[in-house]
């Protein structure tokens, strides 16, 4: 099966957010990313509403033909919004106001019974519930146990290291990544990847067996400033299916 491509166009609205106005619409760079090939849209809808809105979600519902992937915190009002917005996939990450993005992954471990109770009515209502974890056996053995169908592995410490010029490190990281993925697939997890990824970082990540979505956004956003977003997606694509082929 091919890996799937989830474009991530949390950024259109925050170039949109600093202006005020209406554009760039991250609903027309949704509509664009399905047509240049994505295979579902990602949006973080945050507590303070910082780059995705409401009635962002309510219009890529309405607009895409794509499944929405809403990413969104662990929180009584995100979980009313999921429940009644209904999209194809439900991912949790962790959120603090006081970051600039998502630092690290869900402790899923540590809230483990919390958690069970909190994607139960997700599930119900027919979301895959997807976790935003690190590598960690302990991490990925808890989203498991709690019912969670995927979990998207952080690869943001591995792009970071890879940005530093620390390949000892770097290497070490993707050592990890690659033992979480495979751990969790023989948990019966299905596994996503993301965070920081790149035209440089992606292909040892495609590459992983296991790992059957990767979901980028902030590097695609930028890239298409300079080349377009269609023609971003198209050489991200190309990358993934070269790394999976290798």
Known sequence: MQQRLGVNIDHVATLRNARGGAYPDPVRAALM????????????????RRHIRDADIAALMDAIDIPLNFEMAATDEMQ??????????????????????????????????????????????????SLFIGHEPAQIEAAAAIGAA??????GHYCDLHAAGDFAGRDTELAALQSGAAL???????????????????????????????????????????????????????????????
Do not use: W
């Open 33 to 48: 990313a399905q047509d240049a090939g994505a295979d579902g849209i990602t949006a973080h809808l945050r507590e303070d």
């Open 80 to 129: 009313a919004i999921a429940l009644r917005t209904r999209p194809h996939a439900v991912c949790l990450v962790p959120e603090k106001r006081q970051e600039r993005t998502t630092e690290g992954g869900l402790d899923v471990a540590g809230d483990q019974a919390r958690l069970r109770d909190y994607i139960a009515p997700l599930r119900d209502a027919g979301a895959r519930v």
């Open 150 to 155: 995927v979990v998207e592995l952080h690869t």
């Open 184 to 246: 969790a697939a023989d948990l019966g997890l299905e596994v996503h990847a993301g965070h920081g990824l790149s035209f440089e970082t992606v292909a040892p990540i495609a590459a992983i067996p296991s790992v059957m979505e990767l979901n980028i956004g902030h590097f695609l956003i930028s890239e298409a400033v300079f080349m377009g977003l269609g023609p971003a997606i198209a050489q991200m694509r190309a990358q993934m299916q070269a790394a999976r082929g290798a």
